[in-house]
């Protein structure tokens, strides 16, 4: 009867030892089916995160200036402080943000988004504020191995960015790459009016676009590999632009008339070509000799000054009794006119890497904003001339009274307007000599020691007292100093920077 | 006098059996692709047993791993399932002014994986470029069953999802398309989902169907093996790649030049691989 018991007791038992055990596997199941979701959600949280790079760096140096003409002539700094933001929610789309975070205040160095669309593959479209389209411009400042770019590239491309639009395409096959922008084209530039005021404003804000004239860019290079690790790429570009008159008048680099009819908006071109080179071997680790030359015409805006100052007097003319009041305003009108000049320059620069963490830079660059004029004509070439008649608009009313004649006259003398540009240290061609010495700590820390000779050319003109005319001039702790451009003096700028990048 | 002569010449040889018990040990790194890093670990094992003063550390991470490591000077060699990309080539010219040196050191055929109880056994190029942009979604469209097709593949770091994407997808990932961290993982998720689809080198083509691949409908189609290769029949094949910053001196030569030499080559084909010449 027992053992009937247990044979009808048994499989009921092994049937809730099965139940049990699947009841505890469905709620494992459960269990791992709600993780996965989690991990899942996880996952898809992540993915979008990893869509957004940040990366930056910081520049501290210690600089050290020769001859310099303002109060230290040594001081700490810290250069850049840059952050970029990019973010990619999809292939070909990028958002980029690179804002300057320096203790001179906020700016924003980039601000561009870049779209790819899949029908058009190898093109890409870019709005916003980049880098204008030139190798020097291109290649960060973290990666320079020089402490600043040369002379010519900071004279023509100020700030480096620019707003507007550039379609690039770089055809997977063929080792090439074309650049056209089309841009606002006054970004960074300054020319100042009579009170030093910087006229690149509109509505108070300085660098906003300011007239209808749009600027062309446009730069293509091609890669060669030339086998035995020797590298070549080259290219060339060119600019095509125009900024507004601001006078009336045109003068050419050499100071004299250009054209004498011109309207405040017309356009002032400034045209150039390039071409490029960079060389890459492979000689006992890497080396690289890379070059620019750039010619062409740059432009000026000039800038019209009014004064009026207003003279009242009374005067008694006794023998003629007669009393003389006299209320008269003079007007003067001054132009700087506005000037077109050629120019060239370039630079090149030898680099060579030692091992993996030291390299040696050396770059030579020159810059001669005004081809048209040179050595002791630089000072002495001026244009000057005069506009209009003076016009004079008096009138002269009569009174009696009693014993006495009155004479009141009143109006304005408005003199012939004056127009006149001197030649001078804007016009003056350097050649600076660059070496540096960089130490690779790791790849986000970087040491570099440089010196920086910057060679001015010589004028010796002179007024007529025998005073030179070419000159800076500056204040140190209360005495004035000058710098002649009568001899090469020295302008040397020793530095000693960290950078930290990541 | 013979005595003395025998004495200094017996210090010498004690003194430079000492010396050179004593030598240094060189360091090789290497990092990068996960397609080459089983093939590497055996290059590494069978090399360092020869020549115990050498360290070779490998690791894998991805070839876009590898090529970040060796522009930031993290590694030595850096192996890779891919060319290196222009804007790679121009990011080590700006730190170390070379082209970098690019050393082909074994053929792979992209292998398809597919479940051992998928009906399906061949695919056109275009058939899996399909499959992977989402076009095609399920078995059936391709003459297998009526099930959604699960599609497995890798992360973007991977050299192996840029060759795929840029020479079979030709245009973007389905989103549905799960990314794996590796090969390894890839071949695991397909032999478990008998609806599922991955991509890899052939060396971990195990447990798992291998999917014969032709150029178009009215090609053969054909198994990656080592004479489709040599031959350049099968349809996705490539070259695994070993770059370094400047031309190899040293031990890291003797190293590169052991792998291209008879020793290395006969490891690529054991480790299923394909000898680079």
């Known amino acids: 009867m027992l053992s009937g018991v247990l044979l009808i007791g048994a499989p009921s038992f092994s049937q809730s030892v099965t139940d049990t055990l699947k009841e505890r596997v469905d709620e494992l199941k459960d269990r791992l089916n709600g993780?996965?979701?989690?991990?899942?959600?996880?996952?898809?949280?992540?993915?979008?995160?990893?869509?957004?790079?940040?990366?930056?760096?910081?520049?501290?140096?210690?600089?050290?200036?020769?001859?310099?003409?303002?109060?230290?002539?040594?001081?700490?700094?810290?250069?850049?402080?840059?952050?970029?933001?990019?973010?990619?929610?999809?292939?070909?789309?990028?958002?980029?943000?690179?804002?300057?975070?320096?203790?001179?205040?906020?700016?924003?160095?980039?601000?561009?988004?870049?779209?790819?669309?899949?029908?058009?593959?190898?093109?890409?479209?870019?709005?916003?504020?980049?880098?204008?389209?030139?190798?020097?411009?291109?290649?960060?400042?973290?990666?320079?191995?020089?402490?600043?770019?040369?002379?010519?590239?900071?004279?023509?491309?100020?700030?480096?960015?620019?707003?507007?639009?550039?379609?690039?395409?770089?055809?997977?096959?063929?080792?090439?790459?074309?650049?056209?922008?089309?841009?606002?084209?006054?970004d960074g530039l300054t020319f100042k009016d009579a009170s030093g005021n910087n006229m690149n404003t509109a509505q108070n804000v300085t660098n906003k676009d300011y007239d209808n004239f749009k600027d062309l860019m446009g730069r293509i290079t091609y890669s060669l590999n030339l086998g035995a690790g020797v590298g070549l790429d080259f290219g060339f570009n060119g600019y095509l632009g125009q900024l507004k008159a601001t006078s009336t008048t045109t003068i050419k680099g050499d100071y004299t008339l250009d054209k004498s009819d011109v309207k405040v908006g017309d356009a002032l071109k400034r045209n150039w070509l390039g071409a490029e080179f960079q060389l890459y071997a492979d000689v006992l680790g890497g080396m690289s000799i890379k070059g620019e030359y750039m010619f062409g015409q740059n432009a000026l805006p000039g800038y019209i000054t009014s004064s009026s100052?207003?003279?009242?007097?009374?005067?008694?003319?006794?023998?003629?009794?007669?009393?003389?009041?006299?209320?008269?305003?003079?007007?003067?009108?001054?132009?700087?006119?506005?000037?077109?000049?050629?120019?060239?320059?370039?630079?090149?620069?030898?680099?060579?890497?030692?091992?993996?963490?030291?390299?040696?830079?050396l770059r030579y660059d020159f810059y001669d904003p005004n081809t048209q004029i040179s050595k002791n004509d630089i000072g002495v070439k001026k244009y000057e001339t005069t506009l209009d008649d003076k016009k004079v608009n008096l009138t002269t009313v009569y009174s009696a009274s009693d014993a006495q004649t009155i004479k009141v006259v009143s109006g304005d003398i408005t003199n012939a307007t004056k127009i006149k540009a001197t030649s001078g240290v804007s016009d003056i061609a350097y050649n600076t000599l660059t070496l540096a010495w960089n130490y690779y700590l790791n790849d986000n820390i970087r040491f570099t020691l440089a010196y920086e000779m910057p060679m001015n050319e010589k004028t010796n003109a002179v007024d007529s007292k025998g005073n030179y005319l070419v000159y800076d001039k500056g204040t140190v702790n209360g005495i004035t100093k000058y710098n002649y451009y009568n001899d090469v003096f020295s302008q040397n700028t020793f530095t000693l920077r960290v950078q930290a990048k990541f | 006098m013979k005595t003395r002569k025998k004495l200094i010449g017996i210090a010498i040889v004690l003194v430079a059996v000492i010396g050179?018990?004593?030598?240094?040990?060189?360091?090789?790194?290497?990092?990068?692709?996960?397609?080459?890093?089983?093939?590497?670990?055996k290059w590494a094992e069978v090399y360092m047993k020869k020549n115990p003063n050498i360290s070779i550390q490998v690791t894998g991470g991805g070839s876009g791993v590898g090529i970040s490591a060796l522009i930031n000077g993290s590694t030595d060699i850096c192996n890779a399932s891919r060319q290196m990309k222009r804007s790679e080539i121009d990011k080590l010219k700006g730190r170390y002014n070379t082209l970098g040196v690019e050393i082909p050191c074994a053929k792979d055929g992209i292998t398809i994986y597919l479940n051992s109880n998928n009906k399906v056994s061949e695919l056109t190029l275009k058939q899996l470029g399909d499959i992977y942009t989402g076009k095609i979604t399920n078995w059936k469209q391709v003459g297998g069953a009526d099930a959604d097709i699960k599609l497995y593949g890798r992360e973007n770091s991977s050299g192996t999802y840029v060759f795929f994407k840029e020479n079979v997808v030709k245009a973007d990932y389905a989103p549905s398309c799960q990314t794996l961290p590796g090969t390894g993982a890839v071949v695991n998720a397909v032999k478990k989902d008998k609806n599922g689809i991955g991509y890899g080198g052939a060396a971990y083509a195990e447990g798992i169907k291998i999917c014969k691949?032709?150029?178009?409908?009215?090609?053969?189609?054909?198994?990656?093996?080592?004479?489709?290769?040599?031959?350049?029949?099968?349809?996705?094949?490539?070259?695994?790649?070993?770059?370094?910053?400047?031309?190899?001196?040293?031990?890291?030569?003797?190293?590169?030049?052991?792998?291209?030499?008879?020793?290395?080559q006969k490891l690529v084909v054991e480790t299923g691989y394909f000898p680079v010449k």
């Open chain 2, 20 to 41: 050179f018990a004593f030598a240094p040990i060189q360091k090789i790194t290497v990092k990068g692709s996960d397609t080459m890093v089983i093939v590497a670990q």
């Open chain 2, 213 to 264: 691949v032709k150029k178009d409908a009215k090609s053969p189609a054909y198994e990656a093996n080592a004479q489709t290769i040599a031959k350049n029949q099968y349809p996705i094949s490539r070259y695994l790649y070993m770059y370094v910053r400047n031309k190899p001196t040293g031990a890291m030569k003797a190293y590169i030049d052991w792998i291209l030499g008879p020793e290395g």
């Open chain 1, 35 to 186: 993780i996965d979701e989690r991990v899942l959600t996880n996952e898809s949280d992540l993915f979008k995160l990893n869509k957004i790079k940040i990366s930056g760096y910081i520049q501290a140096q210690y600089d050290y200036f020769e001859n310099r003409l303002s109060y230290p002539s040594n001081s700490f700094q810290v250069r850049r402080t840059r952050v970029k933001f990019q973010y990619e929610p999809a292939d070909g789309v990028k958002f980029v943000v690179q804002p300057e975070l320096g203790p001179g205040g906020f700016e924003l160095k980039d601000a561009y988004a870049v779209a790819n669309a899949p029908w058009l593959k190898n093109v890409e479209l870019w709005m916003g504020k980049f880098n204008r389209p030139n190798y020097e411009v291109e290649y960060s400042s973290s990666s320079r191995e020089v402490p600043e770019r040369s002379r010519i590239i900071k004279a023509l491309y100020p700030g480096e960015r620019a707003i507007g639009a550039k379609l690039e395409y770089s055809p997977k096959l063929i080792p090439l790459k074309v650049q056209v922008a089309l841009l606002n084209g006054n």
């Open chain 1, 309 to 361: 100052t207003t003279t009242s007097t009374t005067s008694l003319n006794a023998t003629a009794d007669t009393l003389t009041i006299s209320n008269i305003t003079t007007k003067d009108n001054s132009q700087k006119p506005n000037q077109i000049n050629k120019f060239s320059g370039g630079y090149v620069y030898l680099v060579k890497n030692i091992g993996k963490k030291n390299q040696f830079a």
